[in-house]
C-alpha cells in the first residue's frame, strides 16, 4: 500500500507544483492575463501538436490493440452525457444552465492535465496510447458538446445545419487532431524516423508544452470562483469528481481493460472539466458563470481525486 500512495502522489505532485508556480507568478503579477493567452496559444498550436506527433512517430505502441480502450472511452462518455442529460432535464432550471451543467460533467481536461498526469504514471507508452485515446475523443466531446449547448440554449440562432458544419470546420482545423492523423498516417506508409536535426527541433517544443500549460493553468485559477460554488457548479462538478472516475473504473473492469490501459482510461477521465468548456459555452450563450466556477473548481479539487482513485486501483493491482 505504501508504494501505491508513493505511486499517487509522484503522478499528481509535479502538476500540483507547476500549477502553483503559476497561480504565484499571478498573484506576484509576474505573468497577466496577455502572456497566458499567448502563451496558451503556443502550447495549443504548436508544442501540444510537436509533443503528440513525435510521441506516436517514435512510439512501438501497436495502435490496432488500444481499440478496446478506445471502446471504453466512448462508453464512458456516453454514460455520463446521457445521463448528465436527463439529471438536467429534471433537476436543472434555466435553458442557459443545462447544457454547461451538462459539459461540464462528460467534458474532461485531457489534452494538458489528462496527459500530463498520464506522462507522469508511465512515461512514453502511457503518453502514445495516451494521446491516441485522447485524439478520438476529442472528437466525440466536441460533437456532443455542440448538441447539449445547441438544444438548451435561447439565444443562438444558427440552424443545426450551421452548427454541424462550424464543428466540422473546427474539427478538421484542430492542431492537436492534425497532429495525430499526420502521425497515424506517418506510420501506416512506413516513412523512415525523422531526421536527427528534426527530431531534436521537436523534441525541445516539446518539452515545453505540458509545463507551460499547466502553469498558464493555474495563473486562470479563480479563488473566490473556487472556494464560493453554486449549488448547480457544486452538483456537476461531484459529477466530475466523483462520478465520472467511478463509471470509467466500472466499465474499464467490464471491458477487462488492467495495468496501463486502465489507467489511462482512469485517469483521463477523472481530469477536471476541460477549459474548452467556458469557451464553448461563452460562443453558445450558456450561462459563462457557471461554467467558469465548474471549471475552477474541479481544476483544482480532481487533482486529489485522482490521486486517492491512482492509489487505490494501484493498490489492487488494476492499474
Not at 509533443?51 to 464512458?76: H, P, T, W
Amino acid at each position: 500500500m505504501t508504494a501505491a500512495i508513493v505511486f499517487a502522489i509522484t503522478i499528481v505532485l509535479p502538476n500540483l507544483a507547476l500549477m502553483g508556480l503559476g497561480f504565484f507568478m499571478q498573484r506576484r503579477r509576474e505573468i497577466g492575463p496577455s502572456f497566458i493567452d499567448q502563451a496558451s496559444k503556443m502550447v495549443f498550436n504548436y508544442a501540444l501538436p510537436c509533443l503528440l506527433f513525435f510521441s506516436v512517430v517514435d512510439s512501438e505502441v501497436n495502435y490496432s490493440q488500444q481499440m478496446v480502450l478506445i471502446g471504453a472511452g466512448l462508453v464512458v462518455t456516453l454514460i455520463l452525457f446521457f445521463g448528465a442529460e436527463l439529471y438536467a432535464k429534471r433537476f436543472v432550471r434555466g435553458a442557459e444552465n443545462k447544457g454547461v451543467f451538462v459539459q461540464g460533467i462528460f467534458r474532461s481536461n485531457m489534452a494538458i492535465l489528462g496527459l500530463a498526469t498520464v506522462a507522469n504514471a508511465y512515461g512514453d507508452q502511457g503518453l502514445s496510447i495516451g494521446a491516441v485515446y485522447m485524439g478520438i475523443i476529442t472528437i466525440v466531446f466536441n460533437i456532443l458538446a455542440v448538441i447539449t449547448l445547441s438544444r438548451v440554449s435561447t439565444k443562438s440562432v444558427v440552424s443545426w445545419a450551421d452548427r454541424l458544419t462550424i464543428v466540422g470546420k473546427k474539427l478538421l482545423s484542430n492542431p492537436l487532431i492534425i497532429a495525430l492523423v499526420s502521425a497515424f498516417i506517418y506510420k501506416a506508409i512506413g516513412l523512415p524516423a525523422p531526421a536527427k536535426v528534426i527530431h531534436q527541433i521537436g523534441d525541445l517544443l516539446s518539452a515545453i508544452a505540458l509545463p507551460l500549460a499547466l502553469i498558464c493553468a493555474g495563473a486562470t485559477i479563480d479563488l473566490k470562483s473556487m472556494l464560493h460554488p453554486s449549488g448547480l457548479s457544486m452538483q456537476a462538478s461531484i459529477g466530475r469528481i466523483v462520478i465520472a472516475p467511478l463509471i470509467a473504473v466500472a466499465v474499464g473492469w467490464g471491458f477487462g481493460l488492467t495495468g496501463v490501459h486502465m489507467g489511462v482510461l482512469f485517469l483521463m477521465v477523472a481530469s477536471p472539466t476541460a477549459a474548452a468548456s467556458y469557451v464553448m459555452a461563452k460562443a453558445m450563450g450558456g450561462n459563462e458563470v457557471l461554467a467558469a466556477n465548474i471549471l475552477a473548481f474541479t481544476t483544482v479539487v480532481s487533482l486529489f481525486g485522482m490521486a486517492i482513485g491512482a492509489g487505490i486501483l494501484r493498490g489492487i493491482g488494476w492499474m
